[in-house]
């Protein structure tokens, strides 16, 4: 899938992802919930993942537009159990992609917690298990391999635990983690699918990631580039102030430009 949150990173949600679907990439991913149903009014059939927080008051309508949500705390995947329990019969599945703490730290479901209270939720009607996710911090840096080899080994772990634990289901999951950073690195053989994010709109996360990409292919190039003109420039004399506030006092004169953005 493509990520496509912050208006497709300023390239324009509609734009951006016309041509995505234009190229063959079968899954969008949104952040807001409004972008994913200005995608679904356009696209009636494409995957469209939803990697931010909703409103309880949302779900319904998330089902219906067959919305799938990102669950990373086990507090909200009971909230959704028990929305369900407690509307009715006829509200179509909600289906989730549960995200899982690797060492990231910021947003997932530890594994050890998801095996005492979460692995029930396969057996739910109203929920429906599309995959699992992680997120590989730090891929785009070379001072964190070591980090990022842990989370790979955790998260391959707690994969090979839900075969043995879930053989009937797992055969049906989706296994994500690679970012755009995160793509380019070996032993991925085990994940699925990926979230490609500013790699898919021609743009390196780092030099280090660019260090990686392979050399049997031509580097992707930026999609999109500001161009201006100078619009005047500015004598300061040693001293002064420029800009709002103090930010900057200038130690010698200077000259600036003036470009407007």
Known sequence: GVVVKGNAYGHGLLEASQLFVKAGVK??????????????????????????????????????????????SLSFLRTIIE???????NHPKLSVHLEME???????????????EGK???????????????HLSGADEKENMDRVKKQLHEFRSFQVQVRNVLPRRASDLEW???????????????????????????F???????????TEYDEPSPA???NSRVAGFQDIPSGKYTGYGQTYQTENKTKTVMIPT
Request: glycine residues 8%; negative net charge; aromatic residues 14%.
């Open 27 to 72: 899954r969008l991913i949104c952040y807001h919930l409004s972008d994913a149903l200005t995608l679904r009014e356009k696209y009636s059939e494409i995957s469209i993942l939803l990697i931010g927080p909703v409103e309880i008051g949302d779900l319904k309508n998330c089902a219906q537009k067959r919305i799938e949500l990102t669950i990373w």
């Open 83 to 89: 929305y369900w329990d407690n509307s009715a019969a």
């Open 102 to 116: 690797t060492g990231m730290y910021r947003t997932g479901i530890v594994p050890e917690e998801f095996w005492k």
């Open 120 to 134: 029930g939720v396969f057996d739910h009607a109203g929920v429906q298990i599309i995959g699992f996710s992680t």
């Open 176 to 202: 994500h983690g690679p970012n755009s950073a995160g793509l380019m690195l070996n032993s991925l053989d085990f994940f699925t699918h990926s979230r490609i994010g500013l790699l898919a709109y021609g």
């Open 204 to 214: 390196f996360p780092s030099e280090f990631s660019r260090s990686l990409w392979p």
């Open 224 to 226: 999109l580039e500001w």
